[in-house]
Structure formats: C-alpha cells, structure tokens
C-alpha cells in the first residue's frame, strides 16, 4: 500500500520561511508532485521532483531523497496569500496523496 | 495552456436521486481522467481511472455502480452518483492527463472540483 506523512498543521509569520516534510512509503515511485490547495479549490501545480536534489522555483524550492523517502517544500518570503494546504502526492502513474499541511501565515 | 472545467460547481440533491457531474478538458485531449473525492480536512481519495473508450478502473472500496463513469470522448469524462445519500456529500474533484496514455502522470490537470450536498 501507500503510505505518505506529513505534519497537519504549520503556523509562521509573514515573510519567514517554512519548510514541510513529507515522508513516504510506497510500492512504486516516478516522482512527488506538491500541490497547494485553498479551502474549497482544487489544487494548484507547484513543483515535481524526480531525481534527488533541490529544485527551486521562486519563493518556493523542493527537496527530493529518493532513498530515504523523503521531501520537502520550503516557502521563502512567506505572503498571507500563501495560507493554504499543502499537498504532498507519490507518482506512480497515479497520484496518492498526503493528507496535507495547512499553513497559516500571520501578520 | 492545459484548462480542465467541472460542471456543475456545486450541487444540493435529495437522498435518492441521481447526480451527473461533467470533467471537460479545454484545451487538450485527455486519453485518462481521474476522479478524486475530498472529505473536509481530508486529502484526496482517488475513486477511478477513466480511459476514453474502455470502462473506468475504480480503487478498491470504491462502488463501481453507485458511481458510474463514462468518458465518451477525448474531452469529456462523466461521473454520476446513483441513489446518492447524506455520506456522499463531498467535494469531487475530477483530473485530465495530457500525455499518452498509461504514461506517467506528469502532466495532469484539474479541476475546480464539484460541491455535492446530499439532503
């Protein structure tokens, strides 16, 4: 079966950086996808890592460790736009998601 | 670009009664369409897998005849609820996959997602 982790909940302040772990265990892999999801909307492509590395993007980079089964999305500059849920989700020629980390960026 | 539309956007219905929920991809064509469900402050559940012309692969725990999918066309996938009740409530959110089919699902779009109330 597939087994992905995530923490639930994160708090931060507007403009510091936070980072969300995602740990997984799963029967095949072709690369994470991180999606972000507001409240009632379907989610939103942010990054898709394959190979082992950093992959950066703006104010957001992915960090992939195919052999320990883990990433990470770090958001830099955090924005109150950037309140939402984060969504960590496997590839393996369908996707299976996390249950996301709900970010809240304060003032 | 890659646009995926659902209609309707939400939808209240009385425990009984079926509902038809439409997943159009724009833009492209999309040999594969995927449906997900989402419970609040839950993560996606994917229910099937439709491929244009073949019958849907539903995920284990999934009614195959309570949620019927047609996907006619390289643009159109279709999900219906049957005899939907109150714990069918949920948001349906449907994905199109660009790229060929059986291929990695890189490329996949989705959509708005579809709001349903059961009463």
């Known amino acids: 079966g597939q087994n992905i982790d995530q923490p639930t909940e994160m708090t931060a302040t507007e403009g510091a950086i936070v980072q969300i772990n995602c740990t997984y265990q799963t029967s095949g892999f072709n690369g994470l996808f991180w999606y972000q999801q507001h409240a009632g909307e379907a989610p939103t492509f942010l990054s898709y890592n394959v190979l082992d590395g950093l992959e950066e993007k703006g104010r957001f980079s992915s960090f992939l460790s195919r052999s320990k089964g883990y990433s990470y999305l770090l958001l830099k500059e955090l924005q109150m736009k950037d309140s939402a849920s984060y969504l960590c989700?496997?590839?393996?020629?369908?996707?299976?998601f996390g249950a996301g980390t709900t970010v809240t960026v304060r003032a | 670009g890659a646009v995926v539309s659902q209609h309707p956007s939400w939808v209240i219905c009385k425990s009984g009664t079926s509902v038809k929920i439409e997943c159009r991809s724009l833009?492209?064509?999309?040999?594969?369409m995927f449906w997900y469900r989402q419970f609040p402050k839950q993560s996606l559940m994917l229910m099937a897998t439709?491929?244009?012309?073949?019958?849907?692969?539903?995920e284990q725990g999934v009614e195959k005849d309570k949620f019927l999918i047609n996907h006619a066309s390289l643009t159109l996938s279709t999900l219906t609820v049957t005899s939907a009740h109150p714990e069918d409530s949920s948001f349906y959110i449907c994905?199109?996959?660009?790229?060929?089919?059986?291929?990695?699902?890189?490329?996949?779009?989705f959509g708005p997602g579809t709001r349903l109330t059961v009463t």
């Open positions: 439709s491929n244009e012309g073949s019958k849907a692969t539903y």
């Open positions: 989700a496997v590839n393996d020629y369908k996707l299976s």
């Open positions: 994905s199109a996959h660009k790229g060929l089919a059986g291929g990695p699902s890189y490329e996949q779009y």
């Open positions: 833009d492209f064509q999309a040999t594969t």
